[in-house]
């Protein structure tokens, strides 16, 4: 199948490039609260569960695709020396490093099922789990202004 753009994007902003892996991160993670809302219950971590049910295993597959995604998110705004104070304080966190981590264990084979990447930063339970919706929504507050004062092609509207 082959797609045919109405407009060049080649134009546009690095910065509206950047938007497009946030959200696909913001969709993982909508889906994760979505599934796991009666589970977490409002108040992570995770209760003791049976890791073979199929709805666990859904639940962990849209959390470590948003973790993953939010990671890419991250790699980008640091190639593009974004700055903001609520995401840059974030960004200090040694969660990055952990989310790092877990994103390569997400995205690259594993022999072990509860590989050390994966464990690391979901041990810490809902300190990660919190910080990791907190910078979503700071990220989402930072494109929501940068879109409104800017045209896709990083020009002042």
Do not use: C
Request: charged share 25%.
């Amino acid at each position: 199948m082959r797609v045919k753009f109405s407009v060049d994007p080649n134009g546009w902003s690095p910065v509206v490039s950047l938007y497009r892996y946030f959200t696909w991160s913001e969709t993982m993670r909508v889906k994760f609260h979505e599934l796991a809302s009666d589970l977490l219950e409002g108040k992570p971590p995770v209760p003791e569960v049976e890791w073979q049910d199929p709805t666990i295993q859904e639940i962990f597959a849209y959390m470590s695709f948003w973790y993953g995604a939010l990671y890419v998110v991250i790699e980008g705004w640091k190639q593009l020396r974004l700055k903001d104070g609520p995401v840059e304080l974030l960004l200090s966190f040694t969660n990055v490093d952990l989310l790092k981590r877990y994103r390569n264990g997400t995205f690259h084979f594993q022999r072990h099922y509860f590989d050390s990447r994966l464990v690391a930063f979901v041990e810490l339970g809902a300190d990660n789990y919190v910080w990791a919706d907190v910078l979503s929504d700071k990220l989402g507050d930072y494109f929501d202004r940068w879109h409104a004062a800017h045209t896709p092609d990083g020009g002042l509207k």
